[in-house]
C-alpha cells in the first residue's frame, strides 16, 4: 500500500520536470524491461511494474534547484559528454579517480584555454556509468538477500522493495544513456563549429525525447517485440555500459540531421519514429540484461576482497582516493 501511495504522489509531483528522457519514455523503457525478464530472471520485480513505472523520472526531481546538496550529487549522473573527456585513457573504475582526472586536467589549461576550462568538471562532463554501475551493485546485494530470505522460508517483501527502488535509479540513467543527446557536449543545442548548420535552440532535447515522444504515443508494445533474449551474461559490465553509452552517443548527429528537416513537428515522421523505437529499445534491453545479470550474480557469494580495496597495502590502492578500484 505504501509503494503503491508514493507511486501515485511520484506520477502527480514529476510532469513539471524536464531533464532526461521525456516521463512517456522513461516509463515505457522501465515497462518494457520488467516485462521481459524471463521466468528464470529476477521476476518478483513484476508485482513492482507500476511502482517502478510511475516513479521512472523520479531522479530528475533530486535536481532541483532548491535542493541544491542532491542537485550539486544528482546532476551528472545524468550525462555522459564524451567529447570533454577525451584525455582521460582508459575510463577509471572509480568515480572519484575520474573526478580527480578532470581536475588536474583543469589545472593544467586553465590559463591557456579558459573557455574549455569552464567546462572540464564534473558538472558538465556528467557521471552516468558511474551512476549505472553503483546501482547495479546494490541490486546484486539486495537480490542476496532476497534468496536468502528465500532460502530461510522468511517474507522476502522489505529486500524485493529495496530492488524496486534501485531498479528506478538503475531504469533512469540506462534510460538517459540510451537518449544519444545525453551522451554528447551538444545535449542541448550544438556546440562550438558548426558548418553544417545544426540548430542551437536549447529545446531540441526536450522536442525530441518528450514532444515528439508523446506525439507518437510511444507505449511498451511498440518495442517489446523488439527486445530479444537477455545478453550481457559474462564479461565486465562497466565495460559494457561504457559501450552501451558509446553507441547511443554515436546516433547523436543523427538526431540534428532529423531535426533539421523539420524540427520534430511531424509526429507521423517514420525515421524520427525508427530512432525512437530503436534508442527506447536498447534502453529497456540493456536494463533488462543488468537486471538479469545482476540476479545470476546475486547467487554466488560475495566474493573475498583481501586485503579490503581500503586497505593501505591492496597493490591498488590510490591515496588520492583513500581506495582500490574494481
Given at each position: ?35 521481459a525478464i524471463p521466468a528464470d530472471g529476477p521476476s518478483f520485480l513484476r508485482k513492482y511494474e507500476d511502482y517502478i513505472g510511475q ?12 535542493e541544491n546538496f542532491a542537485k550539486i550529487e544528482e546532476d551528472p549522473n545524468h550525462g555522459w559528454f564524451r567529447e570533454q573527456f ?241
Amino acid at each position: 500500500m505504501r509503494l503503491a501511495c508514493y507511486a501515485t504522489i511520484v506520477a502527480i509531483a514529476l510532469p513539471s520536470m524536464a531533464h532526461g528522457w521525456g516521463g512517456t519514455a522513461h516509463t515505457v523503457i522501465d515497462r518494457a524491461a520488467i516485462e521481459a525478464i524471463p521466468a528464470d530472471g529476477p521476476s518478483f520485480l513484476r508485482k513492482y511494474e507500476d511502482y517502478i513505472g510511475q516513479s521512472a523520472s523520479l531522479p530528475d526531481s533530486w535536481r532541483g534547484n532548491a535542493e541544491n546538496f542532491a542537485k550539486i550529487e544528482e546532476d551528472p549522473n545524468h550525462g555522459w559528454f564524451r567529447e570533454q573527456f577525451t584525455f582521460v585513457k582508459p575510463i577509471p573504475r572509480s568515480r572519484y579517480e575520474f573526478v580527480i582526472a578532470l581536475y588536474k586536467h583543469y589545472e593544467t589549461i586553465k590559463d591557456s584555454d579558459p573557455a574549455t576550462a569552464a567546462r572540464t568538471n564534473v558538472r558538465w562532463t556528467g557521471t552516468l556509468p558511474y551512476a549505472a554501475i553503483e546501482a547495479f551493485d546494490r541490486i546484486v546485494v539486495c537480490m542476496r538477500q532476497i534468496r536468502k530470505a528465500q532460502a530461510e522460508h522468511r517474507d522476502a517483501s522489505v529486500p524485493e522493495q529495496h530492488c524496486a527502488f534501485d531498479t528506478i535509479r538503475l531504469g533512469h540513467y540506462i534510460g538517459d544513456g540510451a537518449q544519444p543527446l545525453h551522451d554528447s557536449v551538444n545535449s542541448d543545442g550544438w556546440r562550438g563549429p558548426n558548418p553544417k548548420g545544426y540548430t542551437t535552440d536549447r529545446s531540441i532535447h526536450g522536442r525530441f525525447e518528450s514532444s515528439f515522444v508523446d506525439g507518437m504515443k510511444l507505449s511498451v508494445a511498440d518495442i517489446a517485440p523488439r527486445i530479444g533474449a537477455p545478453g550481457h551474461r559474462d564479461g565486465d559490465m562497466f565495460n559494457s555500459v561504457l559501450a552501451f553509452l558509446d553507441a547511443a552517443g554515436d546516433k547523436m548527429e543523427t538526431v540534428y540531421k532529423l531535426e533539421k528537416r523539420d524540427g520534430f513537428a511531424n509526429p507521423a515522421d517514420t525515421a524520427v519514429r525508427e530512432m525512437i523505437y530503436t534508442q527506447t529499445t536498447a534502453g529497456a534491453t540493456m536494463l533488462r540484461d543488468m537486471l538479469c545479470r545482476a540476479w545470476e550474480e546475486s547467487a554466488q557469494p560475495p566474493a573475498k576482497v583481501d586485503p579490503s580495496p581500503i586497505d593501505f597495502n591492496n597493490p591498488n590502492f590510490n591515496p588520492e582516493t583513500g581506495s582500490a578500484p574494481d
